[in-house]
């Protein structure tokens, strides 16, 4: 599942200093997969003197392994999406457990109505789950799927629901089919990162799956940092370093020239940032690799970048977006659960915003809870229900999940859960989020011109890494590492026949 996932890139500087083979400098901004993908492959090519400033107190970006009541828990990115192709998979399973985690099979569904399921809802979820495919083989059969860049996700679905529900012939109640709707779309904002409402129809043609499942490593998928920084100098990891301003095009008139006797320094990329003491300091790169999130990029471009940003690039950035997917878990001393129920699917099939505090709307964007562990609940979070609620205490969410347990499991007496731990990706400055989706007006054409480096008399100077600038395997970390070996081997092609 693309994703619940995610969640990959903070502000990270490598400094590559001369290089035995090349004697080339490089800058990577951005210490997720990305920038590490970049940083090793640039080591093991002969660009290997590397200095890491991490504006984070860790590197690994969205991909960010922790532990809660002595459990394996992931704050950010979940799964291996896929196996045949992934080049992440093969990487963490020639030196790691990795297994398929079948967490969408069996478990149950469960109606807020108290309405005991009706064995035709069965059916109507499995239609739902069909209206990817069918919608799929129309666009990828089209002349011109561009042409429905503005189309909305939620309403084109909409649509293909109704005509679905007609070739069903189905007589269920219209709450029901409409909560089996929403259940769908909910999910789909949780694999997309944002709701259907404010997605592309072409992100149905744009995302390329693998086959294989949703892959887990036990240990935390972590483990891939370790994969990644084995050709990288311990010594060269520098933590809370945040890059300010990136001078990529020197001139006197701006004063961002420097000694014209030293023509050698003066035709690269100045990069400045904060250190962590909170001093100023400056380093010079030929190369500089960003892989900051998109999120990151839209809201700082004008500051981080001097010159500013060409300005087709600039509305190439601002068509992308970044999503929000956020995880709630919930520890419990005494289990009240039987594992059967899980995972549990929730259908709104009756909703009244009174019953709940504040009139609030966002519990019935609550539709899949799973068990993390023995004693673990994990309540997924998509973007409407992390803008809503995500600013409460993490007790008062748990006391807000544990409500909608009660109705749907019709017991007013589950306790509260003993603990709960709550990610809040959005609310980092260094993230912004969680991981990139094709907004209404995005095309692969403008993604293009997003990730195109910034060149100076024809060399590449500039260029852009990360999750979002993969045409395909957005919001994935297989996404995020294949991009980060593009843009090293871009650097690597300019030497590779000197």
């Known amino acids: 599942m693309m994703a619940y996932n995610l969640l990959l890139t903070c502000l990270v500087v490598y400094h590559v200093y001369s290089s035995p083979a090349y004697g080339q400098k490089v800058v990577i901004v951005g210490g997720g997969v990305s920038g590490l993908a970049a940083a090793q492959h640039l080591c093991k090519k002969g660009i290997c003197d590397i200095t890491v400033l991490e504006a984070e107190d860790r590197i690994g970006g969205r991909l960010y392994t922790d532990r809660f009541h002595g459990e394996v828990i992931e704050r950010g990115a979940q799964w291996m999406h896929g196996i045949r192709g992934n080049p992440v998979y093969w990487l963490v399973s020639r030196n790691y457990n990795a297994v398929l985690d079948e967490w969408s099979v069996g478990g149950t569904h469960k109606l807020s109505s108290g309405r005991k399921s009706h064995p035709a809802t069965a059916k109507l979820l499995t239609a739902s789950e069909e209206l990817y495919d069918d919608f799929y083989e129309k666009l990828s059969t089209m002349d011109k799927p561009n042409s429905l860049k503005n189309k909305i996700l939620m309403h084109e679905m909409r649509k293909a629901w109704e005509g679905k529900l007609v070739s069903l012939n189905t007589t269920i109640d219209k709450d029901i089919t409409d909560a089996v709707f929403y259940y769908t779309m909910t999910e789909w904002s949780l694999e997309i990162g944002e709701r259907a409402l404010n997605v592309s129809i072409l992100a149905l043609l744009y995302y390329r799956f693998l086959d294989g499942g949703d892959i887990k490593i036990p240990q935390g998928y972590s483990v891939f940092l370790d994969i990644l920084q084995k050709?990288?100098?311990?010594?060269?990891?520098?933590?809370?370093?945040?890059?300010?301003?990136?001078?990529?095009?020197?001139?006197?008139?701006?004063?961002?020239?420097?000694?014209v006797s030293n023509k050698s320094v003066d035709s690269q990329v100045k990069v400045e940032f904060i250190n962590s003491e909170g001093n100023k300091e400056s380093i010079f790169a030929d190369h500089v690799i960003v892989t900051v999130s998109v999120g990151v990029l839209k809201r700082y471009h004008r500051k981080m970048f001097l010159p500013e940003l060409p300005k087709q690039k600039v509305r190439a950035v601002n068509n992308m977006e970044l999503g929000v997917v956020n995880k709630i878990f919930m520890y419990y001393e005494i289990k009240f659960w039987n594992d059967t129920d899980f995972p549990m699917r929730l259908l709104w099939d009756a909703y009244n915003a009174s019953k709940f505090?504040?009139?609030?709307?966002?519990?019935?964007?609550i539709d899949l809870v799973e068990t993390h562990s023995e004693n673990m609940l994990l309540v997924w979070a998509n973007a409407h229900v992390s803008r809503e609620?995500?600013?409460?205490?993490?007790?008062?969410?748990?006391?807000?999940?544990?409500?909608?347990?009660?109705?749907?499991?019709?017991?007013?007496?589950?306790p509260f859960p003993d603990d709960v731990f709550v990610t809040r990706w959005h609310k980092n400055k260094h993230f912004l989020g969680s991981y990139s989706y094709i907004a209404p007006g995005l095309t692969n054409f403008k993604k293009r011109i997003a990730a195109k480096p910034l060149s100076v008399d024809g060399i590449p100077k500039v260029l852009f890494a990360g999750e979002a600038m993969h045409l395909h395997r957005y919001g994935t970390i297989d996404g995020a590492y294949r991009t980060g070996i593009r843009e090293a081997s871009r650097i690597l092609k300019l030497y590779s026949k000197q």
Not at 233 to 246: F, L, N, Q, Y
Not at 357 to 365: E, L
């Open 231 to 259: 050709s990288i100098p311990i010594s060269a990891i520098k933590v809370d370093r945040e890059v300010t301003k990136i001078v990529w095009q020197r001139s006197k008139s701006d004063g961002t020239l420097g000694d």
């Open 357 to 365: 505090a504040d009139n609030a709307r966002w519990y019935r964007d």
């Open 389 to 414: 609620v995500l600013d409460l205490s993490n007790a008062e969410i748990g006391r807000r999940i544990t409500e909608i347990f009660q109705i749907f499991m019709r017991d007013d007496v589950i």
